[in-house]
């Protein structure tokens, strides 16, 4: 139901040896919002997206998704619950064809929906539709991003956690991806906690938002909120595309 309580992060610290990465982070989302995290380099945004994925675990505090606690279980656990994960740098498989990127997404508890699944997401993105044969690593930027995106789809998640997916794409890719992720938020519900530099971007899409510093939560808000904020004007849209 949309309003409940999908995931929620208490006090959660995370340590690289002896490097404290996050201070102790209270982040929660909502079934049906788009939340975002914004920050500068180095916030510990993308650590706060691998721990809830469980690689690296956290050392305190709890993580709960969908009533469960998350907190200590392993990475593979944790990915069939149906978090899935669109990671910085995309990560899709460089040697496969786009249509293979895809069905790995998919896993083996989805197969029945294959089809069914495969064509929402080449109506969301024609381009991997025409590119189906073609190797992921010979795709442009904004082609692995909507792979990338695509198959996390593919395992059906009740949460898409999307880290950067603005890096390094032009401006009107960047639009086209985030249109993508309002869509489906909107006609399917969808629920996406987002990691992004592109603040404004970030703001304009997301419900309620996040804003990191040295690996704490310094402000949270509405999108709206947060964009009109005279802090996060400064520190994150100065200069900026708005
Ligand atoms: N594997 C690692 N080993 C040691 N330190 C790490 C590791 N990964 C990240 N860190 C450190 O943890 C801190 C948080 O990094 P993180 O990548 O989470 O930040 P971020 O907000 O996602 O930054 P960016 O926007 O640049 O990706 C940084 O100081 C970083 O150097």
Redo the contacts with the bound molecule.
């Keep these: 139901m949309a309003g409940e309580q999908l995931l929620k992060v208490q006090g959660v610290e995370t340590y690289?040896?002896n490097?404290r990465?996050l201070a102790g982070i209270d982040v929660e989302v909502n079934k049906g919002e788009i939340v975002s995290l914004i920050?500068?380099?180095?916030?510990?945004?993308?650590?706060?997206m691998m721990t809830i994925c469980g690689s690296p675990q956290a050392r305190t505090g709890s993580i709960t998704f969908d009533g469960r606690d998350i907190t200590k279980m392993p990475t593979h656990e944790i990915a069939r619950l149906r978090i899935a994960q669109s990671p910085?740098g995309r990560r899709i498989f460089p040697r496969m064809t786009v249509l293979e990127n895809l069905q790995m997404g998919a896993g083996l508890d989805n197969l029945k929906y294959f089809h069914e699944d495969l064509e929402k997401i080449f109506v969301m993105f024609p381009r991997l539709k025409e590119r189906q044969t073609q190797r992921g690593g010979t795709l442009s930027g904004g082609e692995q991003q909507m792979l990338s995106i695509g198959r996390a789809l593919m395992a059906r998640p009740k949460l898409l956690l999307l880290d950067?997916p603005s890096l390094g794409l032009a401006p009107l890719i960047v639009k086209g991806i985030f249109e993508a992720i309002k869509k489906l938020n909107e006609t399917e519900g969808l629920t996406v906690f987002l990691?992004e530099?592109n603040a404004f971007a970030a703001l304009k899409l997301s419900h309620r938002a996040y804003v990191?510093v040295n690996?704490k939560v310094t402000m949270s808000g509405s999108g709206k909120e947060l964009l009109a904020n005279p802090e996060v004007r400064a520190a994150y849209l100065e200069g900026g595309r708005h």
């Design positions: 690289y040896g490097i990465a920050g500068a380099n180095g916030a510990g945004k993308s650590t706060l910085e950067e990691v530099q990191m690996g």
